[in-house]
């Protein structure tokens, strides 16, 4: 645990190196050794407390910050909390398996979709899910999954850790820190009762954080599924968002972890372009296998547009000729003139 924590503080202090020469970061630095062995006495005992959050607040949002070297303690304890996670959260929920996790549900769905045995989606998203987190239900959570009183003591203190703000400490009974090491396995944890009962039914359900997508076979299984989905948000004190949630047809336009799943069109309707299998040539060529993969090349031009432009030029000498390198001659009155080269263009176009 002492070389993981050595690691983890050299990765953080590259990053702050540069600040002020009074930061914390400094002052951990000299005192490496010292104060990460006594932290790590303090997991071994049980008797870890982290320091208070604190709080930020931006035009758009508001940050819930971890003390330096909190973030390196929780994440030691997330690394021997590890083991457990096949044993205590759903195989359906996947934000556990890090940015690969992304990647899996969505080779699942394609899969899925591709058997067409599923016509009616529910594609779901919790509202500001983080923060509507019942600290007195996930620490019920915590109790019936984790026998150890040490990492129940310990969990405890990290749920229940008060925040300092610019008007004084709070201690919310909702919330968890959405950058702390350990916030996924919560978020896991308190939405597992309905990932569980959605898992036990023959419908298609994955779930990543707060976003949901449930596929099914019939709308009275859709109806079904949406009663027990509404009813076990109810109990965890949650609620959806209006805007983000949206429940109907497969054939019609959804998206899910950041993929747009377009709706169903012709063959010949090109308003949306594919993506090209060959991406090496759609980089070094220019783009020319993506156009070539979206639709047929259409000629910009008519051949009344090449005349208007070359038209001019036939004014000043009926025998013009294009510069030495090329033989090919463009004006009226020579074999191969004007028209011959104005049709020519337009096929190789």
């Known amino acids: 645990m002492s070389t993981r924590g050595k690691a983890l503080f050299t990765s953080i202090y590259r990053q702050k190196q540069h600040l002020n020469h009074n ?20 997991l071994v005992r049980g008797t870890y407390n982290p320091h208070h959050l604190k709080r930020y607040y931006f035009k758009d ?30 195989p359906n929920c996947l934000h ?24 009616f989606v529910m594609r779901l998203d919790i509202k500001s899910y983080y923060k509507s987190i019942s600290h ?13 009183p040490k990492v129940q003591f310990m969990l405890t203190n990290i749920i229940k850790n008060p925040i300092d703000t610019p008007w004084g400490t709070i201690n919310p009974d909702n919330g968890i820190s959405l950058r702390g090491p350990l916030s996924q ?15 036990q039914t023959e419908v298609f359900y994955l779930r990543y954080q707060d976003d949901l997508i449930v596929l099914c ?3 009275r299984q859709l109806n079904r599924c949406k009663q027990k989905v509404m009813g076990i948000l109810k109990e965890r004190k949650l609620s959806l968002s209006r805007k983000k949630s949206r429940i109907g047809l ?4 959804y998206h899910f972890l950041g993929v747009n799943y377009l709706e169903t069109q012709p063959q010949d309707n090109t308003r949306n372009a594919c993506a090209s299998d060959n991406c090496s040539n759609t980089i070094y060529s220019g783009g020319s296998a993506y156009r070539t993969h979206q639709c047929p090349a259409q000629p910009p031009h008519t051949l009344e547009h090449f005349e208007k432009h070359v038209r001019p030029l036939s004014q000043w000498s009926p025998m013009g000729l294009l510069p030495k390198r090329s033989k090919t001659t463009c004006l009226d ?11 020519g263009l337009i096929s190789s176009y």
């Open 217 to 219: 076979k019939s709308k």
């Open 23 to 42: 930061h914390d970061i400094h002052f951990l630095a000299r005192d490496l050794d010292s104060w990460l062995l006594e932290a790590i006495c303090t």
């Open 96 to 119: 556990l398996h890090g940015p690969n996790g992304v990647k899996l549900a969505t080779s699942r769905l394609q899969e899925v979709l591709k058997s067409k045995q599923y016509p």
């Open 185 to 199: 396995l919560f978020s896991a944890l308190y939405l597992k009762p309905l990932d569980d009962a959605l898992t």
């Open 136 to 148: 007195c239900l996930l620490l019920k959570d915590i109790e019936h999954y984790f026998d150890d």
């Open 333 to 343: 009155g020579v074999p191969g003139g004007q028209k011959q080269m104005l049709n």
């Open 61 to 90: 949002e508001r940050v819930d910050q971890l003390h330096l070297t909190d973030r390196i303690l929780q994440h030691l304890l997330l690394k021997q909390l590890k083991p457990t996670f096949p044993y205590i959260t759903n």
């Open 250 to 253: 497969v054939s019609r336009e």
